[in-house]
């Protein structure tokens, strides 16, 4: 029987204002589950750049930890992102939120001037090193944007986040619900997922949509 092939995935936190966008990464887990895969959940020991209330919108008076939130999502079962192994995977995976854009790296706050979290960058170009497959959803190709120069990938329809993307190098096209782009030559894939105005079955098809093609790289 063939090995089944293994997902590592990175998590931002839990929450859409503030950390991982809990319909994207639940249902990206499920997709690589229901394609054949397993996976690991993997998240930065930080702490989060704020704390936001989401019934209300406004930040809230409290710190909180990246791997500690992210654990809420994986059950417990999580893995600190510094101990992560390019050679123990196959492929490399960003679910979307906020926190990719406040937590992973600093995007929400600089736009293309962004920084990205130095594990964060260390994980990337370690895969890609090893020639391993990378996606990410949502508002996580940003990261790829600033680490990947000439990088082809998507960030859906927002003029705003194109127009970031592009000034860093990356090449975007603009896609609409469950579309993917992909770069060959880089062993990227991207969907826009929640950059769109989407509903959590259109979330669902992303999410399918990327985990099948990264499967196929």
Known sequence: MKD???????????????????HEATLALYAIMNNGAEYDVFAPDIEHHHVINHMTGE??????????????????NIKTLGDYHPGDYDILLFPGGFGAAKNL???????????VDRTVESVVHRTRE?????????????????????????????????????????????TTHGEVVIDEKLKVATTPCY??????????????NIVKVLLKM
Do not use: W
């Open 130 to 174: 090893a020639g391993k497959p990378i996606g990410a959803l949502c508002v996580a190709p940003v990261i790829l944007a600033k680490l990947l120069p000439g990088v082809k990938l998507t960030i859906g329809q927002d003029d705003g986040a194109t127009e970031a993307v592009q000034k860093m190098g990356a090449v975007h096209e603009s």
């Open 59 to 76: 930040e809230m008076n409290e710190s909180r930890n990246v791997l500690v939130e992210s654990a809420r999502i994986a059950r417990g």
């Open 4 to 22: 089944k092939k293994r997902f590592a995935v990175v998590l931002s936190g839990c929450g859409v204002y503030d950390g991982a966008e809990i």
């Open 105 to 115: 790296s600093s995007f929400a706050f600089k736009g293309a001037e962004l920084s």
């Open 195 to 208: 950059m769109l105005d989407a509903n959590i079955l259109q979330i669902a098809e992303g999410a399918d």
